[in-house]
């Protein structure tokens, strides 16, 4: 089955083709990154019509790099929310136009429900025990499992029980730790997204030189976060400092990093012994953090927990995942209909 799906929530248009649910056959991405930089975020005018510009010509290149016709398409997936009202719109008209006009499926996705797919797609089992990011062989978890799910827009623990099947046992209660990443990123002046830049910086930095407080750590939480108050921690170490240098912005942005860290990965196996799951997983763009990515396998060794971590490439926003969840709700008959339209608030 081959399934041609459409992803423009955010700043990101992309178009795959991926064949029986797992094999990707294209995944063309097309950033705005170097169009929003200039403004510190994303601007959400600039992004819709972005998206108009490159939609078209991108559909194309997909289905000429799986080299897969019109034709051969047997149903067209788009993610309709949570995401930016106006990005949303252009993906979902695509996705229409082309449903309708070749008389196939549409299917409707959750964006957040995509980037747990990320997990179902290609190979991406980690054995706890291995040192390398590398693959080493196509596993995907086994239900139930627990998935830490941390983008820019959400950080939520989920437990996974079957396919379309959720149980979102927390959720942050104000920033996302992607959102954190990048506010302090700003603050610091060290560049946009600051996701990958904290994460390349933090190595030529001491993890302990600061000991930022780790939010929402204790048991009475449950399963919520919360990261603003260690953004607000952040700035006003800062302020007490007469000079920042270089050195202590790598200790500043290692030792903040480590805090985050240390609560996602605490939660997450919390909740994997709570609730007997053998797998955890991550999804989202901040899963391709290296901080986070070792200290969930080493973590999930010690525990005797499987781990599985999407291929870097598929953690951030991409069309692959959501033509991985639209296979499984296809099979699931959860067919959309022509009159859907944006939710940009969209929940799991
Ligand atoms: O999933 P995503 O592409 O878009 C949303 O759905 O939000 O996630 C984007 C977020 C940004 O906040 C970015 O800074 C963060 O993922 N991110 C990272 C890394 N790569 C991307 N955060 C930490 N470390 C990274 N390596
Ligand atoms: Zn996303």
């Known amino acids: 089955m081959i399934v041609l799906a459409i992803e423009t929530s955010c700043?990101?248009?992309?178009?795959?083709?991926?064949?029986?649910?797992?094999?990707?056959?294209?995944?063309?991405?097309?950033?705005?990154?170097?169009?929003?930089?200039?403004?510190?975020?994303i601007v959400p005018e600039i992004a819709s019509r972005k998206h108009v510009e490159v939609i078209n010509p991108l559909i194309k290149e997909a289905l000429e790099a799986a080299k897969i016709d019109f034709k051969q398409i047997d149903a067209v997936a788009v993610t309709y929310g949570p995401g930016l009202v106006g990005s949303l719109m252009v993906g979902i008209c695509a996705a229409k136009a082309i449903a309708w006009s070749l008389n196939l499926p549409l299917i409707a996705v959750n964006h957040l429900e995509g980037h747990i797919y990320a997990n179902f797609l290609t190979s991406n089992f980690q054995p706890p025990t291995s040192?390398?990011?590398?693959?080493?062989?196509?596993?995907?978890?086994?239900f139930p499992f627990i998935c830490l799910l941390v983008s820019g827009g959400h950080t939520m623990l989920v437990l996974v029980k079957d396919h379309g099947d959720y149980q979102t046992l927390g959720r942050t209660r104000d920033d996302a730790a992607g959102e954190a990443f990048d506010k302090v990123a700003r603050f610091l002046k060290i560049g946009y997204p600051g996701g990958p830049i904290i994460d390349l910086l933090a190595k030529r930095g001491n993890p302990h030189a600061i000991e930022f407080k780790r939010p929402m750590l204790d048991k009475e939480f449950g399963y919520d976060f919360s990261f603003s108050g260690i953004k607000t921690a952040v700035v006003n170490y800062v302020s007490k400092q007469s000079e920042v240098s270089s050195k202590q912005v790598t200790d500043i942005v290692a030792s903040f990093q480590q805090a985050i860290v240390d609560v996602l990965v605490?939660?997450?196996?919390?909740?994997?012994?709570?609730?007997?799951?053998?797998?955890?997983?991550?999804?989202?763009?901040v899963s391709a953090n290296s901080l986070l990515r070792e200290s969930l396998k080493t973590r999930a060794k010690k525990e005797h927990l499987m781990v599985s971590l999407p291929p870097l490439a598929l953690c951030?926003?991409?069309?692959?995942?959501?033509?991985g969840a639209a296979y499984h709700k296809f099979k699931q008959g959860k067919i959309s209909d022509l009159t859907i339209t944006a939710v940009a608030s969209l929940r799991l």
């Open 131 to 142: 040192k390398q990011d590398s693959i080493s062989k196509f596993q995907t978890p086994n």
């Open 11 to 41: 700043d990101e248009t992309s178009v795959a083709v991926l064949r029986d649910g797992h094999e990707i056959l294209s995944n063309k991405i097309a950033s705005q990154v170097e169009l929003h930089k200039k403004y510190g975020g």
């Open 316 to 323: 951030t926003d991409n069309a692959a995942m959501i033509a």
């Open 266 to 285: 605490e939660k997450t196996i919390r909740a994997a012994k709570e609730y007997h799951c053998t797998w955890v997983a991550l999804a989202g763009g």
